[in-house]
């Protein structure tokens, strides 16, 4: 009895410790992995972008065999859209997606959503309704667009009225040789490439030294013109520009052109080297230095060397010119000089304008 007794509480002892040991082997074994069948997305955000190219956005994606559709949906000022992502050679970005140029513009946002091989369409990055906002730097063209803007006050329009009388004194027939004129403009600055672009007319009414005592007709001339303009920046420091003149002179119907070259600051110091003309009328040559003395005050020494009008002597002409500005856009031009056709007569010039940009 007390030898069966003693059996059974070495039974249990056995018993006991088989099950401790079971329970710590249990406990020191590796948990189980649970897998989610739900596919990610891993994605660096994009922060700044430069505009107007295209924005390459990179991710990984685990689960991709749970993936039917990963897309980017973006929108800017410019356009908005989606495109897909598609495998790529890169080791670390396993699959990317393009914005294109012509949406990389301010207001630049996106998301990223994937859509599961279930139906299910997943928010990975953002959403629709609260997208991703990239900050879009400017190129350098904008920069200097935008740095010339700021210079000019944000004025990108002006507007001109000019006028001037000049005399070269008498011909050797005792006709005056002389003109006046009138003039009008306007002009926008797109400070691009095209740097600016316009449009002058006016009138001009003179005297010829061609005429003779016996065929006064030749005496009284004029000109009625119009002249579209533009200005290419070749670069910052040269610019080139062109015109075509068309004209209704007192022979009838003229055409005519002219061009420039300007060296150095556009709106500030500079030297401009030019010609033009037109039928019947004449033509011109003239250099300009455009000095600025201060904020109010630029100063022009010119020298002009021309056959206007109907002359067939050319004429030498020395002028100065004084832009002063007023302020509010407002600019005040005066005109002075004199020229001459011969070394023993001559006569001067006065003119000015007004000018507002706005």
Known sequence: MVAA?????????????????????????????????????????????????????????????????????????????????????????????????????????????????????????????????????????????????????????????????????????????????????????????????????????GSSGLATTSDPSLAEVGLNYAAPRIRLRAADGLHVEGELLTSVTEVGFAVGGGGAILFGDVYGSNFVVGVEGIQVFGVRAYTRLDLVANARLTVAPLVEVTTMPHASVAGLRLLGEAAIDLGLGLRLDLRAGYQARHFNDGGPTVGGGFAYAF
């Not at 406990?27 to 430069?50: G, K, R, S, W, Y």
């Not at 990317?96 to 139906?119: D, Q």
């Open 5 to 205: 007794k003693r059996f059974g509480n070495a039974a249990f002892i056995a018993f006991a410790l088989a099950l401790l040991f079971e329970s710590q082997a249990r406990a020191d074994a590796p948990a189980a992995v649970v897998e989610f069948e739900i596919p990610a997305l891993h994605h660096a955000p994009i922060v700044t972008a430069q505009m107007a190219e295209p924005l390459t956005i990179g991710a990984s994606i685990d689960r991709a065999d749970l993936v039917r559709r990963a897309r980017l949906v973006f929108r800017s000022a410019r356009a908005q859209g989606e495109v897909d992502f598609e495998r790529s050679s890169d080791r670390e970005l396993r699959y990317v997606a393009m914005i294109p140029a012509n949406a990389v513009r301010p207001g630049l946002a996106y998301s990223i959503e994937l859509e599961t091989t279930k139906g299910a369409t997943l928010p990975v990055f953002a959403t629709r309704t609260a997208p991703h906002a990239v900050t879009v730097l400017d190129t350098p063209e904008d920069s200097r667009e935008a740095a010339q803007l700021a210079r000019l006050n944000g004025r990108r329009s002006v507007i001109q009225s000019s006028g001037e009388y000049a005399t070269f004194g008498t011909s050797s027939s005792g006709v005056r040789d002389g003109f006046f004129r009138m003039e009008g403009s306007y002009t926008y600055r797109l400070l691009s490439t095209v740097a600016e672009f316009g449009l002058r007319a006016g009138v001009v009414r």
